[in-house]
Nanobody, 117 residues
Framework: VQLQASGGGSVQAGGSLKLSCKASGMIWSVFTASRLGWYRQAPGKQRELVAELTTSGSINYQNSVKGRFTISKDNSRKTVYLQMNSLEPEDTAVYYC?????????WGQGTLVTVSS
C-alpha cells in the first residue's frame, strides 16, 4: 500500500488549495473502514493533527482550521481530500495524509504548502 499525496504549492494569504491522497494498493473494503487523517508539520514544530474522518463517520478539526478546511473522501477512488480555504501564513507546513486500516498505519510522503502574506 502506498499513499500518494498531491496538491501542495505556494499561494498568497486568502487563497485556496486542495490536497489529495490516494491509497494505491489498498483493498476497497479496508479503505472504506479506515480512519483517515491529515497532519501537518511546520518548521521547528511537532507534527499535529489537522483533520480526521473517523471510522464512525465523525469529522474532527483542529480549532485553528475550523470553518476554513474540509476533509472528505471518495471511496470509489480510495482517495481522501483536504480542501483548504482562506489560507493563512500560519498554515505553512508539510502536510501528510494518514490512513489507519487493516490493523496498519500508513503515511503519505508529505506535500509542502507555503502561504505568503
Amino acid at each position: 500500500v502506498q499513499l500518494q499525496a498531491s496538491g501542495g504549492g505556494s499561494v498568497q494569504a486568502g487563497g485556496s488549495l486542495k490536497l489529495s491522497c490516494k491509497a494505491s494498493g489498498m483493498i476497497w473494503s479496508v479503505f472504506t473502514a479506515s480512519r483517515l487523517g491529515w497532519y501537518r508539520q511546520a518548521p521547528g514544530k511537532q507534527r499535529e493533527l489537522v483533520a480526521e474522518l473517523t471510522t464512525s463517520g465523525s469529522i474532527n478539526y483542529q480549532n485553528s482550521v475550523k470553518g476554513r478546511f474540509t476533509i472528505s473522501k471518495d471511496n470509489s477512488r480510495k482517495t481522501v481530500y483536504l480542501q483548504m480555504n482562506s489560507l493563512e501564513p500560519e498554515d505553512t507546513a508539510v502536510y501528510y495524509c494518514n490512513v489507519e486500516g487493516g490493523s496498519r498505519d500508513y503515511w503519505g510522503q508529505g506535500t509542502l504548502v507555503t502561504v505568503s502574506s
